[in-house]
């Protein structure tokens, strides 16, 4: 083979080379942009608690992505207490959700939701209230109305 043709000839097997390894270079950057990451974030825990005179309330939240679960308790010192747990959404700093608990032996369910800043949570207040005696409250986030006291950062149990 003449020496003319032989070295074009290796240099575009080694552009052919370097090709591939691009390739799989620029694949693994593409892998590495991928939300994947957030998906596999782990859960995080956060426990809030409020004391009003004599009654005591315990939220224990646990976030993954936008979908939280935890506990709810209610300890009033001369009413029914009520325990339960909540499934729900957190959207920005909004969380709307059902809470399932257990007052004077019966089950029940009824919508709640919280506004999570730092560390503090503040519960909304009803805007009125179904027949059945559930609160309603608006679906728009912005026309929520949250209780004043905050209920703080506690240690989780």
């Not at 097997?13 to 950057?29: K, L």
């Not at 782990?42 to 992505?65: E, M």
């Not at 936008?66 to 325990?83: I, M, P, Q, R």
Request: net charge negative.
């Amino acid at each position: 083979m003449k020496p003319g043709i032989l070295l074009p000839l290796i240099a575009m097997a080694f552009c052919a080379c370097n090709q591939g390894n691009r390739s799989a270079e620029h694949s693994d950057t593409t892998r590495t942009d991928t939300p994947s990451i957030a998906v596999n974030a782990p859960a995080s825990t956060l426990c809030f608690q409020r004391v009003t005179g004599k009654d005591s309330f315990y939220l224990q939240l646990t976030r993954a992505s936008d979908s939280v679960a935890g506990s709810l308790t209610y300890n009033f010192l001369e009413k029914d207490d009520s325990k339960g747990a909540f499934r729900g959404i957190m959207r920005d700093s909004i969380l709307r959700g059902d809470y399932e608990f257990s007052s004077e032996g019966i089950i029940s369910i009824r919508h709640i939701v919280f506004r999570i800043a730092g560390d503090h949570a503040y519960e909304a207040l009803p805007d009125s209230f179904l027949v059945t005696g559930e609160p309603a409250f608006p679906s728009d986030d912005h026309k929520l109305i949250f209780d004043t006291i905050p209920w703080g950062r506690g240690e989780c149990r």
